[in-house]
């Protein structure tokens, strides 16, 4: 079974400058989450998608940050301008099942450098 | 609101000695409980998890987990640690409703030496 996957693995851009990331989860899984990992802590979500509707977005930077799952699989986000402080590793992850009990998986994540 | 704190960033121990790691969490109920481990470079993979049941939960590569209801603890442990054990450790909490996400703690970085 094919794991999350994510794209690009690193990125590079300067501030005010905008970056999109992909994320494909595994076949089946309905829900779809967003996670920004700055380095020293643990992850924290951004959004979280079920099907293509979104259940939390409560915690994502909308004046700059934005995510769609258009059709209910793959999914993007985009940050728009970018600011040193969105230097991270945003980590795309799924799940079969929405509730608490559901695992999730993660993909690799992408390491964003802002400069 | 949910938290975690995982007391220790950075953890060093000898090849072959015990091994725990502590974290504790904030909930108004009992939430479902997890651990992942994290290599350089790598996504989090999943070491175990708690929903109810037997308060010592078994997980891969010889971890394993105890939950203490009285301590809103969820310590884990290994026996025997393993070099390629070293790696960063997240305990994390999903709270028991529909919803999902994982509020992660700050992680533990453990390093073994030979």
């Known amino acids: 079974e094919a794991g999350v996957a994510q794209s690009p693995r690193y990125k590079i851009i300067e501030k005010r400058q905008s970056v999109a990331f992909w994320c494909n989860p595994i076949?089946?899984?309905?829900?779809l989450y967003w996670y920004q990992q700055i380095l020293g802590q643990g992850p924290k979500l951004l959004i979280q998608?079920?099907?293509?509707?979104?259940?939390?977005d409560s915690q994502l930077p909308k004046d700059r940050f934005s995510a769609e799952r258009l059709k209910g699989v793959d999914s993007t986000l985009k940050i728009q301008p970018a600011k040193l402080e969105d230097s991270a590793v945003y980590l795309c992850a799924s799940s079969f099942r929405t509730s608490g009990s559901g695992e999730q998986y993660f993909g690799p994540g992408t390491r964003l450098t802002v400069t | 609101a949910q938290s975690v704190t995982q007391p220790d960033i950075h953890i060093t121990v000898s090849e072959g000695a015990s091994l725990e790691l502590r974290c504790n969490y904030s909930y108004g109920a009992t939430p479902y409980l997890f651990w992942y481990v994290q290599s350089p470079g790598q996504g989090l993979q999943l070491l175990l998890k708690?929903?109810?049941?037997?308060?010592l939960v078994q997980g891969i590569k010889g971890f394993e987990a105890e939950f203490k209801r009285s301590q809103s603890s969820f310590n884990l442990r290994k026996p025997s640690v393993h070099w390629s054990d070293a790696a960063e450790y997240f305990c994390?909490?999903?709270?028991?409703?529909?919803?999902?996400?994982?509020?992660f703690g700050q992680g533990t970085e453990l390093s073994v030496k030979p």
């Open positions: 994390a909490v999903a709270p028991g409703y529909q919803g999902g996400k994982l509020i």
């Open positions: 708690y929903f109810s049941g037997d308060t």
């Open positions: 076949s089946g899984h309905a829900t």
């Open positions: 998608f079920q099907n293509n509707g979104v259940v939390d």
